[in-house]
């Protein structure tokens, strides 16, 4: 019963492809986040989605865009990619906004731009 | 702004010894803190959180964090290290009202056999 789960775990594409990546919880959390994680292993938040609403968008080039169908579930597709996206991307969720709730994370998506 | 600092990029420390992992943060009001551990190829594993009251916080793994306020710090602690906590830690906080987790640069925890 995995409570955050990200598709697919690996991805390998060539630059200027389109590609997605997709995000579903199973723990009736309503607030769902995309981070990026770099060869550094720095991670640095990109969007969040609160009851399907965009509430934080970082300076995030226009290339990538989140979808949110529901509150179960978290897209991001990815125009046009760079080598420079290459990356872990990680989805997590967490229970509103208030401060002292903790965020489960996904197992991430390795993309590889080649 | 808020913000996490994790002094060290790695901490060595023998098997059985206790380890400390640091972590200082910056909140403009209450903190809300939080640790982290990833594993190779793994995503972050929450271990304890500090809202309020008791400074010392029990978490996942035998693991503890200090709350100073202070010293703005809540650092990881454990009395006895295992080859198997060796990892990646992150300090992570989120100021009340925010939606976001500001995350440290993390700490690579090594024991030692």
């Known amino acids: 019963d995995t409570a955050v789960s990200q598709t697919p775990k690996y991805l390998v594409t060539q630059m200027g492809n389109d590609k997605s990546i997709k995000c579903e919880q199973n723990?009736?959390?309503?607030?769902m986040y995309w981070y990026k994680q770099d060869s550094k292993k720095f991670l640095k938040i990109m969007f969040s989605?609160?009851?399907?609403?965009?509430?934080i968008n970082e300076t995030v080039p226009n290339r990538f865009s989140p979808k949110s169908p529901d509150k179960a579930h978290l897209n991001l597709h990815i125009n046009s990619l760079e080598l420079g996206d290459s990356a872990v991307y990680f989805c997590?969720?967490?229970?509103?906004?208030?401060?002292?709730?903790?965020?489960?994370f996904g197992q991430g998506t390795r993309l590889t731009v080649v | 702004a808020q913000s996490v600092a994790q002094p060290e990029d790695q901490v060595n420390v023998a098997e059985g010894n206790p380890l400390t992992v640091k972590c200082t943060y910056s909140?403009?009001?209450?903190?809300?803190l939080f640790w982290y551990v990833q594993y190779p190829n793994r995503g972050l594993q929450f271990l304890l959180k500090?809202?309020?009251?008791?400074?010392l916080v029990k978490g996942s793994y035998g693991f503890e964090a200090e709350f100073n306020k202070s010293q703005t710090s809540f650092h990881l602690k454990k009395p006895s290290a295992l080859v198997s906590d060796s990892a990646l830690y992150f300090c992570?906080?989120?100021?009340?009202?925010?939606?976001?987790?500001?995350f440290g640069t993390g700490t690579r925890l090594k024991v030692l056999a």
């Open positions: 997590a969720s967490s229970l509103g906004g208030r401060g002292h709730t903790e965020a489960f």
């Open positions: 723990l009736g959390h309503d607030t």
């Open positions: 989605y609160n009851n399907k609403e965009l509430i």
């Open positions: 909140v403009s009001g209450n903190p809300y």
């Open positions: 500090y809202i309020t009251g008791d400074n």
């Open positions: 992570a906080v989120r100021d009340s009202g925010t939606y976001k987790y500001i």
